[in-house]
């Protein structure tokens, strides 16, 4: 019953929604970010549209606030209690994420009327984000089983949007989606730490397009 549930209370359209029909967010964790709007404005030019801040950088809801001011489209992730969902509303997160099955969580997101994308990673946890009021499931960490995982995932929840996270790089994130990830997290592969922390913008922007180009099967043309 809980599979049956799962795979009929949530489409693809709800994820792709959630997503503002993106398929690829940024995941920023670093020490420090001299500028998240203008961080936000060099992975858009490199086709990344969303990003995703994490309560692992030091006064979070500041950065988001700044680049929710801005106009970009922003989350926070890494929410583990529901103090930080409603925070990270109040900042003006468009979307919160967590790494696990954090019922808290989810229902401060309601309370905001805030989408929540929540981490799991058994189909019997993806089932319980379900029924918590996900929006979209995060498989975390997706390399833990890799692309082929996600077609496994499809044949009892054909229609719960899955976002891959945790070990996607350029080399597999289009494998990932052609498996059947609606979206992929872009990690260091395009926001290292050190080069966010130094605000090199125009390499973010480097990156950013090269992993946008691997996941359409476009790098190298």
Known sequence: MTELSASTDLSASTGRSVLHGETVIAVVRAPQIPDAAALCAALAEGGINLTEFTYTTPNVTDHLLRASKAGWR????????????????????????????????????????????????????????????????????ARAFGPGYFKDLRGPYPGVPLVASGGVNAGNAAEFLAQGALAVCAGTDVVPPDVVAAGDWAEITRRARAFTAACTGAAGS
Do not use: M, N, Y
Not at 109 to 138: I, Q, S, Y
């Open 74 to 141: 922003v989350g926070v992730g890494t929410v583990l209690t529901a103090e930080q969902a409603r925070l990270g509303a109040e900042a003006g997160a468009s979307f919160l994420v967590t790494p696990g099955c954090r019922p808290e969580v989810a229902e401060a997101a309601a309370a905001a009327g805030v989408p929540v994308v929540l981490g799991a990673l058994t189909p019997t946890e993806v089932a319980h984000a379900v029924d918590l009021g996900a929006a979209a499931v995060k498989i975390f960490p």
